[in-house]
């Protein structure tokens, strides 16, 4: 990435659509970053590889070298999703994968779902609106550890899933935590199971020390996976941010998309220790809308505003992006997920006229 003297930004993005409804939205949100490009000057590069089950298809594995190069090369690296019935689960090589694999090899354990409610979609919710008016949490979970990376066996009629933590890989993590509630409301709930698991026991014990020594102004609080998930539903208001390992990460985080009414509307960035993030939105390829042009692009434009904030350091291009989204649902320009009829494009369209506009 280069910075121009006059604030301009001159960034190469790797733009990996996958399956389903990936390319879909995609083209949206590579429409909305080609807009903030055109109103404030910045010169994007877009950089198109394959992942998933396409490049199965094309080359036989889900993450071809020439893809990872891609991303290697990139400032930064938005995805749509993977997978479909076509490489279901007994296929001998799996489209996700290739997601996990690039997720290891880019190194960003920290993966950020922001959840809040707009204002215009409190109805789309399934919980009551006294509940949901007002909630804005940030979850950061775990990416590159634990469980999902694990070893995995088979010995006669058992199966086994290695789950292993190191303290740095839960200090890291921690620390992203600690830092995004310190630009927050300053709240951090700790997420495990350390009644029973001996990995819980040593994430609770390093995020105490890590926040008491490197964030003493960060309230900490540790609450067990089982009640946190029924906390969720009862008082999402209460939670600012949630940091969590992997597997609890990724159950919580999808309960927690259903709280704002559709999972087509929640992005998430993935950090390491550099600029170089991957951005996608937390649903996946949806083939049951696949084809149909009506999959809600608002994940993956709000991921695309992430990317700009996190990767590029385009903090107002961000917000401007995140604003015309609100104005558009906010108008009534809905997909179907939303209780509307506007197709993706219509949708899309909508919010890049905004930015356009603004
Ligand atoms: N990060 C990823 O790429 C990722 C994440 C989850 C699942 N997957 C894969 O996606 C495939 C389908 O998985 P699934 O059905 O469990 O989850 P899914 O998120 O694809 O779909 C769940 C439901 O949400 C709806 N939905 C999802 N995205 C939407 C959007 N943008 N707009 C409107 N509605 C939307 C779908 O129509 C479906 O009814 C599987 O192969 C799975 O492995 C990939």
Not at 58 to 77: F, I, K, Q, W
Not at 270 to 294: C, F, M, N, Q, T
């Amino acid at each position: 990435m280069k910075k121009l003297a006059d604030g301009r930004v001159e960034a190469t993005i790797a733009v990996l659509p996958g399956d389903g409804v990936g390319p879909e939205v995609i083209g949206e949100a590579v429409r909305v970053l080609k807009a903030v490009a055109a109103a404030r000057g910045h010169l994007f590069q877009f950089d198109e590889a394959l992942v998933g089950g396409v490049a199965i298809d094309e080359t036989g594995s889900p993450l071809p070298s020439g893809t990872l190069a891609a991303c290697r090369r990139a400032d930064a690296v938005l995805l749509g999703a993977v997978g479909g019935p076509k490489w279901g689960p007994s296929a001998p090589v799996r489209p996700e994968e290739g997601l996990l694999a690039l997720r290891r090899e880019l190194g960003v354990y920290a993966n950020l779902r922001p959840v809040s409610v707009h204002p215009a979609l409190v109805d789309a919710s399934p919980l009551k609106p006294e509940l949901i008016t007002g909630v804005d949490m940030l979850v950061v979970r775990e990416l590159t550890g634990g469980i999902y990376f694990g070893a995995k066996r088979r010995e006669g009629d058992r199966a086994f899933d290695d789950c292993s933590y190191s303290v740095e890989e839960v200090a890291r993590v921690v620390r992203v935590a600690a830092r995004m509630a310190r630009g927050r409301r300053g709240h951090l709930t700790s997420v495990d199971k350390a009644n029973v698991l001996e990995t819980s026991r040593l994430w609770r014990e390093v995020t105490q020390r890590i926040v008491s020594e490197e964030f003493p102004d960060i309230h900490l609080e540790h609450q067990l996976v089982d009640s946190c998930a029924m906390l969720l539903v009862r008082r999402p208001k209460d939670f600012d941010v949630i940091v969590t390992e992997n597997l609890f990460g990724d159950i919580l985080t999808d309960e927690a998309a259903v709280l704002t009414g559709s999972i087509g509307m929640l992005p998430s960035a993935s950090l390491g220790s550099g600029p170089l993030g991957l951005y996608e939105p937390i649903h996946g390829s949806a083939p049951d809308i696949a084809g149909r042009g009506i999959a809600n692009p608002c994940g993956t434009i709000l991921s695309a505003a992430m990317l700009l904030r996190h990767s590029l350091g385009l903090e107002a291009e961000a917000a401007l992006v995140e604003a015309a989204v609100a104005i558009a649902v906010g108008d009534g320009i809905r997909t179907p997920d939303l209780g509307g009829t506007a197709s993706t494009r219509e949708l899309g369209e909508r919010i890049v006229c905004e930015i356009a506009a603004a």
